[in-house]
């Protein structure tokens, strides 16, 4: 059986982590992301980026899974930025703030094309 949600870090591009999420990002799947998100970090692996092209729906707790990303990284001088997010996922930046502090771009090609700061 497929699961309908999920995480799994994907081929990297370039000097970009992917970490691919789909589905929803809710309080089931949080724990998971903060797993791959900790491990990545652990590597010294702290410019990534979040393909959401899959994410159908995202909540409050996959917000803080995000800040906690953003956190962890920049506290390495990394960067998150997200690719192919949403309207929902969007619309949720935009009302939180998060939207003024976080780069999006239309698919992980352009998220992965420009230098990591």
Known sequence: MVPVSGVERVSDVGAWAVVSLF????VHLVA???EV???LVGE???????DLKGVI???S?????LVHTMQAVEAREGIVRLAEPSG???RLLELTGLD???ECYPDVAAAAGRSAR
């Open 23 to 26: 589905g929803d990002v809710d």
């Open 32 to 34: 998971r992301v903060r």
């Open 37 to 39: 998100v900790d491990e």
């Open 44 to 50: 010294d692996r702290v410019h990534l980026v979040w």
């Open 57 to 59: 729906f995202m909540d």
């Open 61 to 65: 707790a996959g917000l803080g899974v």
């Open 88 to 90: 929902q996922v969007l």
């Open 100 to 102: 003024e502090v976080i």
